[in-house]
């Protein structure tokens, strides 16, 4: 549960004053920072929930300095609005940032409270799909530790599942008889209540062809079954760390 923000931005802006008064309202702490390195270097040394309110007045380096403390101290990012004039290096830096992001200063508090909470839940909800019950066995151990782990052996059963339970991530088989992996991942792209769940393909088949087909698709990734219990433990904790939603 969140019960404290911390919110960078310029105070002498409207909008910036209007996004600090709406999560006042929702009852938590704010504390808010001006973008500055004075005041970036006062930012908490712990695992913090940090709002940053962008234009185009923000120097980049700024948001670097953030990220810096974001990889010491573990700081959850959320960027609300944007930089419109950014250089190339500058726009491949920031769309690489673990962050959630907003480009429209129209938001509603309470629905991003409930993302930043979702996203720092302590233990992920992970489905796993597959046909074969000892692959469903054998992730559930590896990954029970750390993980809320549910496991599905059909992509009928994929979709049943998703349709009552929230779930954070979709570790699918590529190959099942009936509904695929491409044809489960179809259809939870067509699906506009969870069209952005996350999806990687656990699969024996890399193949350069199987990739090709489903990249207009967007799956977050592939992992193959032959890597190490820790390999793939690994990549998944990877995966959250690591991870850009875009809203």
């Not at 209007?18 to 970036?40: A, H, W």
């Not at 597959?130 to 599905?152: N, Y």
């Not at 656990?202 to 820790?230: A, C, E, F, H, W």
Request: include cysteine.
């Amino acid at each position: 549960m969140i019960n404290e923000l911390y919110i960078i931005g310029d105070q002498s802006r409207l909008v910036v004053k209007n996004i600090i008064n709406q999560f006042k309202e929702t009852g938590l702490t704010i504390n808010v920072f001006s973008p500055e390195k004075e005041e970036i270097a006062n930012l908490p040394n712990y695992s913090i929930e940090l709002i940053i309110v962008l234009s185009d007045n923000i120097d980049f380096n700024i948001i670097r300095s953030i990220v810096c403390e974001q990889k010491k101290h573990d700081y959850h990012l959320c960027f609300i609005g944007r930089i419109t004039k950014l250089s190339l290096e500058d726009d491949e830096f920031f769309r690489k940032i673990p962050s959630i992001k907003f480009d429209s200063y129209a938001i509603n508090s309470d629905a991003l409270i409930e993302i930043l909470e979702s996203n720092d839940k302590s233990k992920k909800h992970i489905l796993v799909v597959d046909d074969e019950p000892i692959v469903l066995r054998s992730i559930k151990i590896w990954l029970g530790d750390d993980f809320e782990v549910s496991v599905v052996n059909s992509g009928e059963m994929a979709i049943e599942f998703l349709d009552m339970h929230p779930i954070d991530l979709v570790l699918l088989d590529y190959k099942m008889p009936t509904m695929d992996g491409p044809k489960v991942l179809a259809a939870i792209r067509k699906d506009e209540r969870i069209k952005n769940l996350p999806v990687i393909f656990l699969t024996g088949s890399n193949d350069r062809q199987s990739v090709i087909n489903v990249m207009p698709l967007k799956p977050d990734g592939y992992i193959l079954k032959s890597k190490s219990p820790d390999e793939i433990k690994d990549a998944v904790v990877d995966f959250f760390k690591h991870r850009v939603i875009n809203v």
